[in-house]
Nanobody, 114 residues
Framework: QAHLVESGGGLVQPGGSLRLSCAAS???????MGWYRQAPGKQRELVASISRGGSTNYADSVKGRFTISRDNAKNTVYLQMNSLKPEDTAVYYC?????????WGQGTQVPVSS
């Protein structure tokens, strides 16, 4: 069962960009991977997902601005976030789901503010 660690979060101004990384302690080949976020006072929501085969899915609120990708050789998943808005402010979590196991990272904070 993989252990996930997110990185790349931090304060960014509106209109700016960030790239989040999710590094797994083991192979992610068997896992569909996703990025979720949870804003203060709100439920955790799916931002983007990528299947084992590379198919992607995005929340309507981030389509055209965010891109999810995976590098199976490096056991890492990325979330490229462009044109960030204050409403993107949240803790971002990485998830891996093999159908048998669901694994979460500890989260990384992304405040979007001027």
């Amino acid at each position: 069962q993989a252990h996930l660690v997110e990185s790349g979060g931090g304060l960014v101004q509106p209109g700016g960009s960030l790239r989040l990384s999710c590094a797994a302690s083991g192979s992610i080949l068997r896992y569909g991977m996703g990025w979720y976020r949870q804003a203060p006072g709100k439920q955790r929501e799916l931002v983007a997902s990528i299947s084992r085969g590379g198919s992607t899915n995005y929340a309507d609120s981030v389509k055209g601005r965010f891109t999810i990708s995976r590098d199976n050789a490096k056991n890492t998943v990325y979330l490229q976030m462009n044109s960030l808005k204050p409403e993107d402010t949240a803790v971002y979590y990485c998830n891996g789901n093999s159908g048998t196991y669901s694994v979460w990272g500890q989260g990384t904070q992304v405040p979007v503010s001027s």
